[in-house]
């Protein structure tokens, strides 16, 4: 396991790139304000008054900075995680700064070419080549916790899976011939649309992860510092991954009537309530 020291180069060049991809991150809410500002289009009565503009929702530019945003949200928290544990494997220092600085360098060009914006595929190559790092620290997170069977190995599966939605969304799309840019349909010849069924219904899975998932981060590694007993945690982390997974399935994959999704999405929420309350009881004494 890598030493963890603030005296490490590529801990260094984690928390610098992490950094600014916060820094990036904030920026975007700051952006879509100055062109709600710029245009004068709120979303709010208030807003709209105050600044003497008007109610209006679905303006093109607006929400192409908005879906820039989102985008960034669906894809850098899991790169915070995933970079986090990749670095107790101790990577390659070479191979690890350059993930770093590749993935933070390709966010930032994705959002210039998204808002810009760039004809494809100028934002599917920057969109791609930041997945592909992600997706290989966390093949070879897991690989290498596999065998412990541990927090950091179903966080790892946790993450890919998240990562696995994008790519399941983007095939919706292509199945279906409907995009939200009009860059991509005219690209591949298809229609501006936002309402098909079938897409909405995988971001709407997707969304759901992101609702959850990182909340499973946080709360199963501060869980860890209460001591539980092992059996009981690797149970927790074991039945909270399976859970997720078995909730995308009947949700996006092969829709199955309720209560299967209902069930699917309350255990792991079970969990993270346990894991919530048993984390605060630990340390209310200390408040």
């Not at 180069?9 to 709600?36: C, D, F, N, W």
Request: charged letters at 15%.
């Amino acid at each position: 396991m890598i030493e963890l020291s603030l005296n490490n180069p590529v801990i260094q060049a984690y928390i610098v790139h992490s950094t600014i991809l916060a820094g990036k991150l904030l920026l975007m809410s700051i952006l879509t304000a100055a062109v709600r500002i710029t245009l004068k289009v709120f979303p709010n009565p208030e807003d709209a008054s105050f600044l003497r503009g008007k109610v209006k929702f679905g303006d093109p530019t607006v929400e192409r900075v908005r879906r820039a945003h989102r985008n960034d949200l669906e894809n850098i928290p899991a790169f915070w995680i995933l970079a986090a544990f990749y670095l107790t494997i101790n990577p390659s220092a070479a191979w690890a700064i350059m993930f770093f600085r590749v993935y933070t360098a390709c966010r930032i060009v994705h959002t210039l070419v998204y808002v810009i914006p760039v004809p494809q595929p100028s934002r599917a190559i920057t969109f791609g080549i930041a997945y592909a790092i992600k997706m290989c620290m966390a093949a070879q997170i897991i690989l290498y916790y596999i065998t412990s069977i541990s927090f950091i190995f179903y966080s790892g599966v946790l993450g890919a899976k998240m990562l696995f939605m994008s790519f399941l969304t983007a095939r919706q799309r292509y199945r279906k011939n409907v995009f939200a840019n009009e860059e991509d349909a005219k690209a591949k010849k298809g229609v501006v649309k936002f309402d098909d069924q079938d897409v909405e219904r995988v971001r709407r899975a997707h969304l759901n992860d992101l609702e959850n998932i990182p909340a499973f981060w946080v709360l199963g590694a501060l869980y860890l510092t209460t001591g539980p007993s092992a059996a009981t945690a690797i149970t927790l982390f074991r039945v909270y991954a399976a859970g997720r997974i078995l909730h995308t399935i009947v949700y996006a994959v092969t829709p199955i009537r309720q209560p299967a999704r209902a069930i699917a999405f309350g255990v792991p929420m079970l969990i993270s309530l346990f894991m919530g309350a048993k984390v605060a009881t630990h340390y209310l004494a200390d408040m």
